[in-house]
């Protein structure tokens, strides 16, 4: 895969990596993610706290890293078919993403037109190409794995890059309603990001 370097591109350009972290909050909303969880609609920070750590040992850990992880290797490996039957398969092993999956695929398709310069990515030109004549829906996380990949992120740091964006989308797209202040932010993320080394480090032993 070529190696391209966050800081190799000039300061006006928003980075692929970076842009996709940037833009959580579109498939995160936190009532969004408690609708996944089984949850009516946040009405108080303690409400909140709750769905932050549900969401963390529901969909963050179990599903989303460990997604992040096989689709960053397989296609660093080249291997697009594989990648493929991921992406088609996510939903089916993964019904509880549901409600998530209309803001995940818009998200994904977005990204990989955007990815669509990297001519010499055959991995991205072949995804492209599947998402286009409908044959994956191209979720973000299969997405977010293959730009791992080809811009050779290392894998705890991709993971914990989209982990602390996830749950900071989480509490962002709810702050505003509960009138949360950035203490009040920091508060909410403390306990779950002081569970995210451990589970980082679970998924690249």
């Known amino acids: 895969m070529a190696a391209t370097s966050t800081t190799a591109l000039p300061v006006v350009s928003r980075h692929p990596y970076v842009a996709q972290l940037d833009a959580l909050e579109d498939v995160l909303g936190a009532d969004l993610v408690a609708d996944a969880l089984g949850m009516g609609p946040l009405t108080s920070a303690a409400e909140l706290a709750i769905t932050l750590e549900r969401y ?12 992040l992880t096989n689709a ?7 291997r697009t078919q594989e990648l493929i039957a991921l992406d088609q398969n996510f939903l089916g092993h993964h019904p509880e993403w549901l409600p998530l999956a209309a803001g995940s695929t818009r998200f994904g398709r977005d990204t990989l037109a955007r990815l669509r310069p990297l ?8 995804m492209l190409e599947a998402v286009q004549a409908g ?14 990949a080809v811009y050779s992120i290392p894998a705890r740091q991709g993971l914990a890059d989209y982990a602390q964006g996830a749950l900071e989308a989480v509490v962002a797209t709810a702050a505003g309603k509960l009138k949360l202040t950035q203490e009040d932010r920091a508060a909410l993320l403390a306990p779950s ?11 690249v032993a």
């Open 119 to 126: 001519r010499d990515e055959r991995v991205v030109q072949r």
């Open 72 to 78: 960053r290797r397989l296609a660093s490996r080249g």
């Open 56 to 67: 963390r040992t529901t969909l963050l850990e179990p599903i989303e890293l460990p997604a």
């Open 135 to 148: 044959k994956i829906p191209g979720h973000h996380l299969i997405v977010f794995g293959l730009t791992m």
């Open 193 to 203: 990001q002081a569970h995210l080394p451990q589970a980082i480090s679970r998924m």
